[in-house]
């Protein structure tokens, strides 16, 4: 048998430094349990447009096409804000998402016990918080033609266009009702029915594919708006929630900056199976690259790490290796160990992104 | 001179209750102050979907466009959920909106300080909060065609468009800066111009407008899901943000949410000056019909009183008024007096909607 295979694409911004860090655990892996990767590095986002004039090359495309999973850090920054639309790094990452076909974002909002102070919400609010927010990631608005900026008369005009097939929302609910069976067995689809077309055929379906297929998983729909305000009232009345591109960018975003874990929330962006029953599959932490503090060694790895974990229960089917690697985390956090982001609490000293890196591997 | 108009469209669920409370604070005014409003009411939503089969008659839409202020209480309810999508409650106050071009929908988030407690969110981060957002609300994605689900090889595909030209940026633009100038002048702009081409004319289109006549405003861009993020991080930080409809829709719902003020949040939609000077305008509460409590005696009437303070404000340049109003509600509040959605202390009793409108004319 072959060892399992990983593309590692840092990218830009804390990337390289969050990714340093998950390597060490990598490299854990291979050392004391055996579980040896065969582990490629490209470039994606800025860095590659620096290097190859591109966001992404077809050959880091065609990579990332035959491994089992990609790892990827953070894309962006002010220097390319200037660039053209067609190199902007964001376009290597969602060349990415629409070329692997990767048709649902799981991005967990989950609350640490050792944080639950840190969030801007009430601490009842929070604590023990854990939702699935399953965001279609292939479609929608984000890819929709006609789209560009088109002159009309004597004046500009932007126009971007909201897609959906019934196949694709098909798919993407199935994902979402298989998670929840496996969690609290409930979804909640939020579209905005009551005023676009593409919401109401998005609800027909969701409730078709639920009727047919999953008739035992409790559903219910909420419009959008509403949905952001339900997220900030009480986010515990959620268990799955399924919504398009678009709305999943806002909602997982805001939900994620509840929990007052940012720093630390991974998310797995999953297709197909591939022909040796694997999902296609990119994981990649729910921040960005933080500009700001890059190369200062302040950034916290976790949510890349915790990325990795993802990938252990969702490609690689070592539930129990990702559990190990989650409860090296928690165990750090129990301990007070702190990157600078998650400090709030009087008299701890931060550590450096490797130091946080060093203590899970020793938590392991 | 003729006393200025007033067209009062209460709707459905709470809508009714809501505005009753409203016209005693506009009897108020007449035996006291002398400000004596003509005023006529009309239908709006499914209760005119009921008497007419259409959720707008075109007579009521005639009388809307000829009077000087339309106040609106709330539509929809659970009994239209299965109409078509052209006669839905909603249709009938998307046209108000289209039809009277009100493109600037103002929507405060004010926390009030009896209420920073009742917040999901930390007392300091909204303590004090008070934020203008400002939405498009005529264009976009509610808008724009091609619209509408098809038929497409064998599967179903919904469809929807979003589109803004530049002259529709540009003067909800200057709507936005006027009220920074009034306000803290400030103003973050949010689009999502990494990912839409419709994003990059509107940051383009803002930055020009604040170059050539706003230059004294301080200006930014967030991308919205960042917006989303730093909304329920800090809202402080903010002054006014200005951004499309349907950002605009999930933020403004999200902002109002955190105030913990939900059932107080007023908002205004304005258009271009009429004849009279005054703007073409339309008041009505950010909340929405609350079909679960109508009818009850329960709903807080207040965000539709203050509604009718913006009104005063807004339309009839009584900004005197106004503040005798909003002192009004926050006496009351000081006061203790709460409806059931105001609960959160121990021992207080709730008051009715009808209670509670007295208790504000009283206090005037
Ligand atoms: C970087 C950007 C293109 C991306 C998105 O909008 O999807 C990001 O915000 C995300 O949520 O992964
Ligand atoms: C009722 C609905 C059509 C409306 C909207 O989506 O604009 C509401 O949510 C609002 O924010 O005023």
Known sequence: MTNP????????????EVMAEVRKIIDWYGDK???VFDVSEGLVGGCSYDAHGTPLTDETMEKAQSVDAVLLGAVGGPKYDDLDFSVKPERGLLRLRKEMDLYANLRPAQCFDALADFSSLKKDVVAGLDIMIVRELTSGIYFGEPRGIFEEGNERVGINTQRYTESEIERVARSAFELARKRNNKVCSMEKANVMESGILWRAVVSEVHEKEYPDVEL????????????????????VIVTDNLFGDLLSDAAAMLTGSLGMLPSASLGAPMANGRPKALYEPVHGSAPDIAGQGKANPIACILSFA??????FDMGAEADRLEAAVEKVLADGVRTADLLGEEGVTPVSTSEMGDAIVAAL
Chains 1, 2 share one sequence.
Do not use: N, T, V
């Open 310 to 315: 993802m990938a252990l229960r969702y490609s």
């Open 220 to 239: 219910s729909h909420m419009y959008a708006d509403a949905g952001a305000m339900q997220l900030c009232r009480w986010p515990k009345q959620f268990d």
């Open 33 to 35: 349990r055996g579980l």
């Open 5 to 16: 295979s990983l593309l590692i694409l840092p990218g830009d911004g804390i990337g390289p």
